[in-house]
């Protein structure tokens, strides 16, 4: 048994899951989706909406959870030629996102934000990663929105996908950053938050 509090993720994300589940084992955890209206909380910038919206979830959260533990909340949006992007609201829209990413930047903006319910204490961060694509072709693109994957993520597109792989040019930055939840930013915000 572990001498650490548990954590309750603030999420319904399954690569958020992937990564605590991962890369933080000695915690125990389980996941709580908060279900809030994301598109009603907006920042002045992507990076702000992402610290926005990853707070909104944190405070409904913090009302509801009173057990001793460590709540995590995180969001991510995608910043494309200054424009904001989150979830495709359906596959028309995925399309012409994947369209429109050859020999662009992605940039990922991705909060996280920890309370601990004891101590009270509380932390956020935001990290970025770039991602360069290619030009995707048409089959490409079907295929992969097809598989409905890309439809739950900012962007719509995910980083590790085996047919966008190829397509990837570079990244800069943490592939978990991509996934919405950086690795380090998560380590180091667990140990102040602790």
């Not at 910038?45 to 001793?68: F, G, R, Y």
């Not at 990922?108 to 509380?122: D, E, H, I, L, P």
Request: charged share 30%.
């Amino acid at each position: 048994m572990s001498n650490t509090l548990p954590i309750v993720l603030g999420s319904s994300s399954k690569w958020r899951k992937q990564v605590l589940s991962e890369h933080f084992t000695e915690y125990e955890f389980e996941c709580v989706p908060p279900n809030i209206d994301e598109k009603a909380v907006r920042g002045d910038t992507p990076e702000a909406t992402s610290v926005a919206v990853a707070n909104a979830k944190l405070d409904k959260l913090i009302k509801e959870i009173t057990k001793p533990c460590i709540i995590i909340c995180g969001d991510q949006v995608i910043k494309f030629k200054g424009e904001t992007r989150e979830k495709p609201v359906d596959e028309e829209e995925n399309k012409a996102f994947l369209r429109s990413y050859g020999n662009e930047v992605l940039e990922c903006c991705s909060a996280v934000v920890m309370y601990n319910t004891q101590t009270k204490a509380r932390v956020e961060a935001m990290e970025t990663a770039k991602v360069y694509y290619k030009p995707i072709p048409e089959d490409v693109i079907n295929k992969v929105v097809a598989k409905g994957e890309t439809m739950w993520c900012s962007g719509g597109f995910m980083a590790e996908d085996e047919d966008l792989v190829p397509y990837m040019e570079k990244l800069e930055g943490e592939l978990s950053c991509v996934q919405g939840m950086p690795l380090k930013t998560t380590g180091e915000l667990l140990n102040k938050v602790k």
